[in-house]
């Protein structure tokens, strides 16, 4: 999975972040790196989400940053232009499939049923995002899933908080979580990057 390697094995948690301005994605990347968090999930929910990504593949060596909320082939070639180095999407369709593909960067397709995980498995791909994990069953349904699909490995998120993180983090068939209450929205609006820092340093410890 190219030169990063498997991605579920960057960070026992990886931020789900949302920003409304490249200076906040830069803070919030900086302060994560301080907490001993090295990768960052910037999703593209909000118009501010490519230039973010941009800001802190320029300003933030030390991270690995990441296009999240790719839903479609432009989104996935815009994270490309923008210095991505990885794609997540909720979900995944023919077309965005060939589109992530294309870009040839490492990426995390979004399931949430046995369908989907055999659909993405049928497709050469063994390591998807779980999601939204709490929502679809969470970790009993992972469970579940490691005697008839033993090649797939997730990144669940949706719904997982410090203290549901364990039950997730021992399963066999689960590499890594995403998280957004690493980088709270109250705190990314009020600057405050110590919190942040924090959080970070609490689910590095985590692995």
């Known amino acids: 999975m190219s030169e990063l ?18 200076e906040q994605g830069v803070n919030v990347a900086k302060a994560l790196v301080a907490g001993g ?20 593949a320029d300003e933030v060596p030390d ?12 989104r996935a070639a815009d ?3 923008a210095g991505s180095q990885f794609l997540v999407s ?11 593909k294309d870009t040839g960067l490492p990426f995390l397709p979004g399931t949430a049923t046995v369908s989907e995980v ?3 498995l049928e497709a050469g791909i063994t390591e998807m ?23 797939a490995r997730f990144c ?21 979580i995403g998280g957004t209450w690493l980088t709270p929205a109250d705190a990314i609006a009020a600057g405050d990057w110590e919190r942040i820092t924090k959080l970070a340093a609490e689910a590095a410890a985590l692995g």
Do not use: H, W
């Open 5 to 22: 390697g498997s991605l579920l094995t960057l960070s026992p948690v990886v931020p789900v972040v949302v920003v409304d301005s490249a």
């Open 79 to 81: 994270a490309l232009a």
């Open 90 to 100: 909720p979900g995944l369709t023919p077309s965005l499939l060939a589109a992530m």
């Open 156 to 176: 669940p998120t949706g719904g997982i908080r410090v203290n549901t993180a364990p039950d997730y983090l021992k399963l066999a068939n689960v590499g890594c």
């Open 37 to 56: 968090i090295k990768v960052i999930e910037m999703t593209l929910r909000t118009p501010a989400g490519l230039e973010a990504i941009r800001a802190i």
């Open 63 to 74: 991270i690995v940053v990441g296009a999240g909320t790719v839903t479609t082939p432009q």
């Open 118 to 120: 055999l659909s993405v």
């Open 129 to 151: 995002k779980f999601f939204p994990a709490e929502q679809s069953g969470g970790a009993p349904f992972l469970s579940g899933l490691v005697t008839v699909t033993p090649d």
